[in-house]
């Protein structure tokens, strides 16, 4: 029997009103969803390294340390992306094959076989649609505690693009910052900015990617949500070729630690 789709990380009960969104940071497969998938072993393999927000569950796990909770996906993006719109006609990634539910791979190839209408709502309804339930009660757990939340979205992304990727720019930043404009105070884009260049970290503001993860039943109506999305390059901390840490791991989750209590101190004000 499949393991839930999220799990919930905390040092008791939140002091802190924020959320580290952890998504696209497993590497885990079902049985009956690999059955589906048309790579070999090797393939899905490599893949995954390509696709795989790897370690950021550990590089961001200093919110959860700090008073505050984690939620993370307990499957690949591959099984399916939580942080999808699940109407096709508007998630911008369909065009890619990339929806809730992917058809294509990093490279644009045919990912899994043909789904059928009942094998597509199986899918949605074990792993897409509890988790955004789960999530959004996590939420509305922290307004009713606290009357605000902050969701950092937390990301890793290639030092050169991908094929599937909308923007194919190769002069990518240490840091990407996604934003909202309805839930991402502009305060927040300035902290962190600020911290960045008083660091020596290059960052771009929804460059190479753009958006940050808000639940439906609060998008575009309720401020107290505020979110924003953190994407670390993976060269900062990894080798893109074989998955690995690199001897920089430590120093890049120094960074991300010294960021979160930025952050902290500037919601606590």
Excluded: W
Aim: a negative charge.
């Amino acid at each position: 029997m499949s393991k839930k789709p999220f799990s919930i990380i905390s040092n008791g009960k939140p002091t802190i009103p924020m959320i580290a969104h952890v998504p696209h940071g497993s590497t885990l497969i079902p049985q009956d969803v690999r059955h589906s998938l048309l790579l070999s072993d090797a393939g899905l393999k490599k893949e995954l390294i390509l696709m795989t927000d790897s370690y950021t569950p550990e590089l961001f796990a200093g919110i959860a340390a700090s008073g505050s909770l984690a939620f993370v996906n307990n499957y690949s993006r591959l099984v399916v992306d939580p942080e999808r719109f699940e109407n096709e006609e508007e998630e911008v990634m369909s065009s890619r094959g990339m929806g809730a539910i992917y058809t294509k791979t990093a490279y644009q190839q045919m990912l899994r076989k043909d789904l059928s209408a009942t094998e597509k709502e199986g899918m949605l309804s074990t792993y897409f649609r509890p988790y955004h339930v789960a999530l959004r009660n996590e939420v509305q757990e922290m307004l009713e505690r606290f009357e605000r939340c902050l969701i950092i979205d937390c990301h890793s992304f290639p030092s050169n693009p991908l094929p599937c990727e909308l923007d194919q720019s190769i002069n990518r930043p240490d840091i990407c910052i996604g934003t909202d404009p309805f839930h991402t105070p502009n305060e927040l884009i300035t902290l962190v900015r600020s911290f960045c260049d008083a660091n020596g970290i290059t960052v771009a503001i929804d460059k190479p990617f753009a958006g940050t993860y808000v639940p439906i039943m609060h998008l575009g109506k309720d401020k107290r949500v505020s979110s924003i999305m953190v994407e670390v390059n993976r060269s900062l901390y990894m080798d893109e070729t074989t998955g690995d840490l690199s001897g920089r791991f430590s120093q890049t989750k120094d960074m991300i630690d010294d960021l979160i209590k930025e952050v902290i101190d500037f919601e606590a004000m």
